[in-house]
Structures are given as structure tokens and as C-alpha cells.
């Protein structure tokens, strides 16, 4: 089972330049989430999205765009990236019903710098 | 708003010894959901627990126990006889019920053992 996949697991970038971090998940989940972490500070919500073609703000937002044209995949861009978007980004899924509803499924992380 | 403190930064034990890392939420809502994750020095992101608001019956399993208290808003995980291998990140999370959408990390704690 792959479970939350995410590309590319690492990722060096220019000020300005833009890209696209991938979320895939196979487990038929409605919910999904990309966070970000930094030392000190745990993880923090910039996007979600609870199902195909819907997307929210979390507590992050700010030079972030997602899309959630299919429902197994989640997409975070950076349009213009900043040296504070160095960070290790994690997708995550979650179920809406049934056993440990609630558990979040985590990628593997995604490791971007920005120089 | 959901809020998540989790004030100990960093914690040091020697093996063996047991530690409690303290977790205090803060939600309006009468439904929400209580989590603890855990992240080795490898990176991932383990589920440990899951409690909901009408459940504050404790919890053991094997070494781990939690002790919810609603009255204190406090969601507390205790390790007994700490291990090496017990060596990781330790993050508090919450999911309100209305909607229930987003989850809310703690900034984490940081644990080391000893041997």
C-alpha cells in the first residue's frame, strides 16, 4: 500500500522561481491537508481541502495556492518563492467516517529550500 | 478558535525513568477530538491516540498512558520506563467536531533518553 505520496521529497529553489509539490493518496480519503513545519513552531495548516474541486485556507495561507481537480491528488504551488518558504512540507489524508476517524495520514515530507 | 500549547520545548531523561509531556487545548466547541503523533528522528509522522470530547477515560497501551481532563482542557501522555527507541518529536493535535475539518498541531516536544 502506498498510503500519502508526495514528489519531489527534496527540492532547492531561487527567490522568485515557482513549483509544484505533488500529494497522491490511494485510500479513497475526502480530506486533505498540507502543512508545514519548522523548527519550533510544529506543524501548521496552510491548505485543505474536504473533497474534489473544493479548497480552504488554514493558518498559513499567504503565498501558497492550491488545486484539487481529482480526489486523490492535492497540489501546493508556490508562484514566487521567498527564503521563508524554506521548510518541510507534509500532505496528509484523513477519512470521514468509520474506525479512528480523524487519523491524519502523513506523506513522507518534502524538503524545499529557498536560497 | 482551536489552540494547541504544548509548553515544554525539550525534555531530557535517562532510560528507564518515566516522563509526562503535558498538552493544553483550547476549543468552543463541545465536540472535538484530542490526537498524539509521533515523529522519530526519521522523519515520519506515527499516530499514537485518538480521544474524542465525550470519552475522558484513560487510556494505557503497553508503556504509553494519556490522561484526558476536560476540566483542565488538558490531554497529558505519559511514557513509563522510557526507552532509547522512545527518542522522538512528540506533537498534541485537535480536531473540532463542528465540521471537524482542520486539525491543529501543538508546537511539539522534543524528547531524548538516555541510555
Known amino acids: 500500500n502506498a498510503g500519502v505520496t508526495q514528489t519531489p521529497k527534496f527540492r532547492v529553489l531561487k527567490t522568485g522561481q515557482s513549483m509544484t509539490l505533488l500529494c497522491a493518496q490511494d485510500?479513497?480519503?475526502?480530506?486533505m491537508y498540507w502543512y508545514r513545519q519548522d523548527p519550533g513552531m510544529g506543524l501548521r495548516l496552510i491548505h485543505y481541502s474536504v473533497g474534489e474541486g473544493t479548497t480552504a485556507k488554514g493558518e498559513v495561507p499567504d503565498g501558497y495556492n492550491v488545486s484539487r481537480l481529482k480526489k486523490q491528488n492535492f497540489l501546493l504551488g508556490l508562484e514566487s518563492a521567498a527564503p521563508s518558504q524554506t521548510s518541510v512540507y507534509f500532505c496528509?489524508?484523513?477519512?470521514?467516517?468509520?474506525?479512528?476517524?480523524?487519523?491524519?495520514?502523513f506523506g513522507e515530507g518534502s524538503r524545499l529550500t529557498v536560497l | 478558535a482551536q489552540k494547541v500549547t504544548q509548553a515544554q520545548t525539550e525534555i531530557s531523561v535517562v532510560e528507564k525513568e518515566d516522563v509526562t509531556l503535558d498538552c493544553v487545548y483550547e476549543t468552543r466547541d463541545t465536540t472535538y477530538y484530542l490526537f498524539w503523533y509521533k515523529q522519530p528522528p526519521s522523519g515520519e509522522l506515527v499516530f499514537l491516540i485518538r480521544r474524542n470530547s465525550f470519552d475522558e477515560q484513560n487510556e494505557i497501551s503497553g508503556r504509553y498512558s494519556w490522561n484526558f481532563q476536560k476540566s483542565t482542557s488538558s490531554f497529558n501522555f505519559t511514557i513509563t520506563a522510557s526507552q532509547v527507541v522512545d527518542s522522538a518529536v512528540y506533537f498534541c493535535?485537535?480536531?473540532?467536531?463542528?465540521?471537524?475539518?482542520?486539525?491543529?498541531f501543538g508546537a511539539g516536544t522534543r524528547l531524548f533518553v538516555k541510555a
Open positions: 496528509a489524508s484523513r477519512r470521514i467516517r468509520g474506525p479512528n476517524t480523524g487519523e491524519l495520514f
Open positions: 485510500m479513497n480519503h475526502e480530506y
Open positions: 493535535a485537535l480536531s473540532e467536531g463542528t465540521g471537524g475539518f482542520k486539525t491543529i
